[in-house]
């Protein structure tokens, strides 16, 4: 089969320009009747004007007696006026309509005695005062909406109370998802057991999700296989039945990526290949003059891909406007390089440090779909930009509420486990606090602090020399800044391998030998350090380590690579081995520690943090992850 490489990339305004332009989406969409009352949230075909007035008759606008204004004319307290009950003054209620002969409401409250007869008015009304006048809201013949907004709760009122029982309104769009790829596993199917290789099917229903918040009626079909005769066959079927056809996966440029043969036999390509990341697989056509996307395969390509095209056409169709993200300026905790010539889309969590919002970085990879379960913005870099610097201002897209970001404490340093179990557990505590953890390792984590970058960060850098943890870190990187070291807990360091140690590694000097690959934390962490003395200890050089060169940023992910054997050991906790069945070699326990400067020691929110920390509540979830001794947590083990 032939590949079909993007060798005419479009940028992504471009992109998307084209493609919308290319269809008249009044014309596409169309237009139909129904009730009123089943209108809302659709979108008006056509202007609408009123059937009748309303009210269509004069009516009380208060509780208290219709009477003719003239009547009461000169009114006061030394002079009253007295009007026979029933016949001058007649009793009303709100709504009521008017009797014939009167103009005006004495409200009752301004009534002396209201069961008395006559009655007695110590004060005046003016003609139409307290009345509700035939076509005070809406006018026979009068518009009552224009074209094309959509029909909220209260418009559906004002329809209804001018006449209008039937509104013409835009067609929602049917928007048909078809999944492809023979490794894929329907969503109806993930509850049975399913071999290894074969890959839950997910993008279609959070495809169709997206479709329908952008105004779209979605329709998932059936996985179409790797067959291009197939898929031809289904993009046909679709584009006969649907507004917008989404085709999911196979638009890349692999020799079973059949989108843009399928597209290009039935109709045209008009792009292929986007300078967008992720998302440059992205393939745009028409076909029978519908709108065909064929959307990248991995989950976050395919989100931020939806989101570009497809929403904007989807609710174009629906006669909608999708309403812009809120913006705010936000400082990068690290630095992010970036590919030139390509427009990135990096996910980011949010917290505000002193007056400056703090943008941590998720993991960029294409198919990590927590990144944006997790992300509180979206940072947009450039195509003509080689990335975005530390502490740098930079605009960043919202996808929290604003108040959200202020009640997030920022924590950039060294990875651990009971993070995530800390988040948790606060959040559940006070919604309105959440805890953004960055791994920058625990060196890196000192530095964002020395600039105030982060509220605190984690840390256990061991120092040889004084067989100590952290403190003489401290004192060399922030010598004059105030803080509390709060241990969180003690934990396991050791060899992670794969279950029943097929390599049989049991010291650090195994990883010397032949054939045995290792997997390494980044330059900076506190357990790259801790291999670097072990290796010490041992008259070992790094050189001789096959891998010492490959890099991650937390215990999940070295052991990951070990579960799915890219490396044969690599160093962490005993709770990430535990979590993934893997096999334990414990080398040392370690203290793992908070640096909390003063400033957030005092923060009313870090104090409800301190309180988990110090629950049982934490603490036996935290031993139940293994490898954890919290003989020490929550102490204050040093203060500077």
Known sequence: MKRHIYLRMKPVDEARELFLSRFDLNALSGSEEIATVAARGRVTAAPVWAKRSAPAIHQAAMDGFAVLAANTFGAAPHSPRRLKLGQEAIPINTGHVMPPGTDAVVIVENVPDPEADPIIIEAPVFPWQNVRRVGEDLVAGEMVLPEGVEITPWAQGALLAAGVTRVAVRRVPKVIIIPTGAELVPAAELDKD?????????????????????????????????????????????????????????????????????????????????????????????????????????????????????????????????????????????NLPSKPGLTEFIRVTLGRVGDKVIATPLPRGAGVITSLVKADGILVVPASSEGLEENRPVTAELLVPPEAIDGTLVALGSHDNTLDLLATLLHRRDRSLRLSSGHVGSQGGLMALAQGRAHFGGSHLFDPETNTYNVPYIKRYLPDLPLKLINLAWREQGLMVAPGNPKNIRTVKDLTRPGVRFINRQRGAGTRLLLDYLLRQNGLDPAMVQGYQREEYTHMAVAVNVHSGTADAGLGILAAAKALGLDFVPLTPERYDLVVPDSTFNDPRFQKLLEVIRSPEYQEAAVALGGYDMKDCGKIVWEQ
Do not use: C
Request: hydrophobic share 45%; net charge negative; no cysteine.
């Open 194 to 334: 399913f071999p290894v290789d074969r890959l839950p099917e997910f993008n279609s229903v959070i495809l169709a999700g997206m479709a329908a918040a952008a105004g779209g009626l979605p329709e998932t079909w059936d996985i179409v296989p790797d067959d291009v005769e197939a898929l031809t066959r289904a993009l046909q079927e679709a584009a006969a039945r649907a507004e917008v056809v989404i085709i999911n996966a196979g638009s890349s440029a692999g020799t079973a990526d059949y989108t843009y043969q399928a597209v290009a036999n039935l109709g045209e390509v008009l792009v292929h290949g986007v300078t967008m990341m992720p998302g440059k697989p992205t393939l745009l056509g028409a076909v029978n003059g519908k709108p065909v996307m064929g959307n990248p395969g991995y989950p976050v390509s395919a989100v931020l891909s939806f989101e570009q095209f497809a929403a904007p056409l989807i609710a174009g169709l629906a006669g909608k406007r999708l309403e812009p993200r809120p913006n705010l300026t936000v400082y990068p905790a690290q």
